[in-house]
């Protein structure tokens, strides 16, 4: 099993551009996450969903957008970057509310200038 | 909306000294994760709690569920530099809110 993939692992991009992060799960979980990381942040909670055609915003969701059309893949795009969007983003996924452990990606790191 | 308080942000400790981080919130939890971190890698699980008062263990960390179900700590006896890394807690209310994390380094 793959688990949780992230795509692509790593991106620089100019002020303005947009771009989309994929990420993916085969294990058939109805929960996904996107998360960015930054340093004495901890991880904070952009965008989720709580099954396929659901989404729904987290504590950061401004300058974000995402889209849960399968339920394996949940995508979170950047319609215009800013380098204030420059962070580390974790994608994870989980069966359902309240059951064990969510499972992360590797991780993007995306840089904007 | 639910907030996860986690203190302290950064913990230095000589090898074989114990280490603990403590997680609050405001308002009663459904359950409480723990996840860990390490550097340059992504969150991996630990351990849910869910009842109140719980304790568990894993090996030489001692997780508890406050008997409120408000507060949460992780305690690791006799650290070693493999328990290097960021520990989180996490609140899982529907959306899985995190805690700012505990940064652990060992000093040899």
């Known amino acids: 099993n793959a688990g949780v993939t992230q795509t692509p692992k790593f991106r620089v991009l100019k002020t303005g551009q947009s771009m989309t992060l994929l990420c993916a799960q085969d294990m058939n979980h109805e929960y996904m996450y996107w998360y960015r990381q930054d340093p004495g942040m901890g991880l904070r909670l952009i965008h989720y969903s709580v099954g396929e055609g659901t989404t729904a915003k987290g504590e950061v969701p401004d300058g974000y957008n995402v889209s849960r059309l399968k339920k394996q893949n949940f995508l979170l795009g950047l319609e215009s970057a800013a380098p204030s969007q420059t962070s580390v983003y974790f994608c994870?996924?989980?069966?359902?509310?309240?059951?064990?452990?969510?499972?992360f990606g590797q991780g993007t790191r995306l840089t904007v200038v | 909306g639910q907030q996860v308080m986690q203190i302290p942000q950064y913990q230095h400790v000589q090898e074989g000294e114990d280490f603990t981080t403590y997680c609050n919130s405001s308002t009663t939890l459904s359950n409480i994760q723990w996840y860990k971190q390490r550097p340059g890698g992504h969150p991996v699980f630990l351990i849910q709690?869910?009842?109140?008062?719980e304790v568990k263990k894993q090996k030489r960390l001692t997780f508890q569920f406050g008997e409120a179900k408000k507060n949460s700590s992780l305690h690791i006896t006799a650290t070693q530099t493999t328990d290097v890394g960021t520990y989180f807690c996490a609140a899982d209310g529907g959306k899985l809110i995190f805690g700012q994390g505990t940064e652990l380094s060992v000093k040899p």
């Open positions: 709690l869910v009842k109140s008062g």
């Open positions: 994870a996924s989980s069966y359902s509310r309240g059951t064990l452990e969510a499972f």
